[in-house]
């Protein structure tokens, strides 16, 4: 009898993978295909237990597969659609990003940790974001602009004083 429980098993893990695979290049996703052969193998499991509870353990195997294939798929395939909407928001992002910053010079950007991913890939969120860092970089320009005129009125300040003072010496020792 243990014989006949290894064959079943083997017969039931080829099938599903067999299955998997052939559903995979159909349009399955990766995490859907995998959660399949795990659901299989768990809800096999269990259901051998509960079955040789029972005194019908291939019967336990086999329902037990049945259930568990589908619960694992129904998983996976909740799991291939999230990964594949992030993946597109994360690119639609990016791709708004590149767009504003085209023409403007490369600088890091600021990393907001406390934001939820959620809300970074909220358009009107993102866009308010960028305007916003675009206002900050334009107020740095005109700060370091307003700097260097303050500077270079200080230093022309500085070397005026200098050569009046040199003048005024040099017109006292011609005396």
């Known amino acids: ?3 006949i429980k290894l064959k079943l098993i083997a017969f039931l893990l080829a099938a599903s993978m067999l299955t998997s695979t052939s559903f995979a ?3 399955w996703g990766q995490k859907q295909s995998q959660d399949t052969i795990k659901g ?19 019967e336990g195997i086999i ?26 928001q994360r690119a639609r992002y990016e791709q708004s990003r590149s767009r504003l910053y085209q023409t403007s010079t490369a600088r890091p950007t600021p990393s907001y940790s406390s934001y939820s991913s959620s809300t970074q890939t909220d358009p009107l969120v993102l866009q308010a974001k960028q305007r916003a860092e675009q206002v900050e970089k334009e107020l740095a320009q005109e700060k370091e602009r307003i700097r260097a005129e303050q500077e270079r009125s200080r230093l022309l300040a500085e070397l005026e004083a ?7 010496q040099l017109q006292s020792l011609r005396r």
């Open 25 to 27: 290049a159909d349009g």
């Open 63 to 88: 329902i037990g597969s049945v259930i568990g294939s589908f619960l694992g798929n129904r998983t996976g395939k909740g799991r291939d659609t999230r990964h594949a909407e992030e993946d597109m």
């Open 40 to 58: 299989l193998l768990l809800g096999g499991s269990l259901g051998a237990v509960v079955g040789h509870q029972s005194g019908k353990q291939k």
């Open 1 to 3: 009898m243990n014989k």
């Open 162 to 168: 200098r050569e009046r003072n040199a003048r005024e």
